[in-house]
């Protein structure tokens, strides 16, 4: 069908969703390279972390139950240090670095410059309660915790997070397979001379750029995508034919740009596949998709915006259900609307989770008492200024979790 018999809703998109083929092959991956993969089962914190209390403050772990007071200096741990053959006996101390786990006796941490120092002993002249300045056990995730639920694309904030807990890899689901298809007589394909290639433009010709702005922004915004092919063609109907059958061999889903309008060249159209056949959408009208045997073929316009729209309104969300994504991944900096007071004299960066409310973005801070990306429903950080904000306030983000419903 040619698109101008009947455009169909952006919402119709929806009604392809049961006829794809969804990714069921599993992988284990090492953390450290699972970014951009989709959790295919809940990671659970496997241990409560830190196990043992933690310094959070460069200083001297002491028994908070003797101070204020005097403390001989009997040794020192540094952070990656696994020492529990230093016990803090009453009346000593013991110098510690951020990260340290406080030896056996000690559970509090005087900063360096809270003490005066005399020789071999410290000086500690105020009250410090337990567990001041460290991280007790199980403070940044409790066994069992869920850290990324099935469905989440982890970032490299989730990465951050998994490995400060210790937790190594994750099961995940292999990537989605896609080939890109270039069509037009008209493409010039780079590297080219740039003189040569300004005199065929304005003879006519076309910088081939659609195609690799698809290729983009999927590579960008959809790292559970893998471009592994894109290939550029002229108008004859059985070279692109050839390039389509050989995609839906090989890969999961492909991408035709170019040839959409409802011309002698319609490619789409001449494919004969039934589908959804143009959008109540503008630019990209002639975006469509088709589904053969489970594997989506997509149709979308030459022209770069257009393209671009269909990709958004169309492509995604039928890639993003192919591959199981229920927590898709977000990236760079948006402007939001502090939903609670931050206090504070210094410069801060919170962690917040994010929540659209009627029509704004509203970044609701989150409460930790660590310096970990543990917190599963964190979706950015927001750059607060010296001195804090109030409510209403609006502060840059820095989002790395998806909020749109598409």
């Known amino acids: 069908m040619r ?24 992988e284990k991956v090492a953390t450290w390279d699972a970014v951009g993969r989709v959790v295919a089962k809940d990671v659970t914190a496997p241990h409560d972390y830190p196990p043992l209390p933690r310094a959070s403050y460069d200083g001297y772990a002491v028994n908070s139950e003797a101070t204020p007071g005097r403390f001989r200096v009997v040794g020192t741990v540094l952070v990656g240090q696994y020492r529990r053959d230093i016990e803090v006996k009453p009346g000593e101390a013991v110098y510690v670095t951020v990260g340290a786990f406080l030896p056996e006796g000690a559970d509090a941490v005087v900063p360096e410059e809270a003490v005066e120092r005399e020789g071999d002993f410290v000086v500690v002249k105020s009250k410090f309660e337990k567990y001041a300045n460290v991280d007790p056990p199980g403070s940044y995730v409790r066994k069992g915790t869920v850290m990324a639920s099935q469905g989440t694309v982890l970032t490299p904030f989730d990465v951050v997070g998994l490995l400060d807990v210790g937790i190594t890899a994750v099961y995940a689901y292999r990537r989605l397979r896609v080939g890109i298809i270039a069509t037009g007589d008209e493409l010039i394909v780079p590297p080219i001379d740039p003189e040569v290639a300004t005199e065929l433009v304005l003879k006519g010709k ?40 050989k995609f839906l061999e090989n890969y999961d889903a492909v991408i035709i740009t170019g040839g959409a309008g409802p011309s002698e060249i319609d490619h789409f159209y001449k494919l004969g596949f039934s589908g959804l056949r143009g959008f109540r959408m503008k630019p990209g009208r002639p975006t469509s ?22 990709v958004i309104r169309v492509v995604e969300p039928v890639l993003r259900h192919m591959a199981n994504v229920t927590r898709p991944p977000g990236s ?7 939903a ?11 962690r917040v989770k994010l929540e659209i409310s009627e029509g704004e973005l509203l970044a609701r801070p989150i409460k930790a ?8 429903e964190t979706c950015g950080v927001a750059l607060i200024p010296p001195g804090g904000t109030k409510k209403g306030d609006v502060v840059p983000v820095l989002v790395f979790r998806d909020v749109r419903k598409l």
């Open 206 to 245: 076309v910088i081939e750029s659609t195609a690799s702005l698809v290729a983009w922004y999927i590579d960008t915004y959809m790292p559970y995508v893998k471009v592994e092919e894109r290939v550029v063609t002229g108008d004859k109907h059985e070279e692109v034919r050839f390039y389509v059958y």
């Open 332 to 338: 760079g900096w948006v402007y939001a609307t502090m």
């Open 369 to 376: 008492k660590h310096h970990s990306f543990t917190e599963p």
């Open 289 to 310: 998709v088709a589904v053969i045997n489970g594997k989506p073929v997509f149709g979308l316009s030459g022209y770069p915006i257009s393209a671009l729209h269909g």
């Open 3 to 26: 698109y101008l018999s009947g455009l169909n809703p952006v919402a119709k998109v929806a009604e392809v969703l049961p006829l794809v083929k969804r990714i069921d092959q599993v």
């Open 340 to 350: 609670q007071d931050v206090q504070g004299e210094m410069a801060q960066i919170v």
